[in-house]
């Protein structure tokens, strides 16, 4: 692994049913971050996480749960997703907060019917 | 509220200059970055501002006016794989990245 993994790639969900999108970087970094990227829109922050062990809410967290058991992964949870969840969710790192550049991940594009 | 505008598009000619506007309007200011993006795929990052100037990093450079709330992404010796789009974020007082939509750049040969 190099950098940060997302999984799945694409997902189609039924409105509803529970789901977990996957986030995992081997840098070692200690921020991390999940935003939704909409057409139209700029990127909105979704939940963060300064170190292991902490977790914040970005600028929309409704709907969505996050966890950070250790460095490398954090975990997005879609309680129960609604047909306004679908998007393009980008995982995120930096080594901390102030300036450090953030980098991404590929991205899953979710489709809530 | 925090405003981060840039224009949704611009055309370019493949060999010019080209110069993508940021206006932002931010509680607090810590920095300024700009990430390429190209369809489908994730931001990377190009360049990052804090203090007033122009930073040059090869082709691109970026401008900042904390004063005026101001900044630009100047691309020169346009190449058809510099069609993207390019995001400006501002890094607020909470250190968390307010995003502007992105502007989409279409090269032409």
């Known amino acids: 692994i190099a950098g940060i993994t997302q999984a799945p790639t694409s997902q189609i969900l039924a409105a509803g049913r529970r789901m977990t999108l996957r986030c995992t970087q081997d840098?070692?970094?200690?921020?991390m971050y999940w935003y939704r990227q909409d057409l139209g829109l700029g990127l909105r922050l979704i939940h963060y996480?300064?170190?292991?062990?902490?977790?914040g809410k970005g600028e929309v967290p409704d709907g969505y749960s996050v966890s950070r058991a250790n460095t490398d992964d954090f975990p997005l949870t879609l309680a129960s997703a609604v047909p306004s969840q679908t998007s393009v969710y980008f995982c995120a790192s930096s080594e901390g907060l102030a300036g450090d550049t953030q980098y991404f991940g590929p991205g899953t594009r979710l489709t809530v019917l | 509220g925090q405003n981060i505008d840039q224009p949704t598009e611009m055309t370019a000619t493949e060999g010019a200059i080209v110069q993508i506007n940021c206006t932002y309007q931010?509680?607090?200011?810590?920095?300024l970055f700009w990430y390429q993006q190209h369809a489908g795929e994730a931001p990377t990052f190009l360049s990052y501002n804090v203090l007033d100037g122009l930073e040059e990093k090869g082709r691109f450079s970026s401008f900042l006016s904390r004063s005026k709330g101001y900044s630009y992404l100047l691309l020169k010796e346009l190449q058809m794989k510099d069609s993207a789009s390019y995001l400006c974020a501002v890094l607020d007082s909470n250190y968390q990245l307010i995003w502007g939509a992105g502007t989409k750049l279409i090269i032409k040969p």
């Open positions: 931010t509680s607090g200011f810590n920095g």
């Open positions: 996480s300064n170190t292991a062990g902490t977790t």
């Open positions: 840098m070692r970094h200690n921020a």
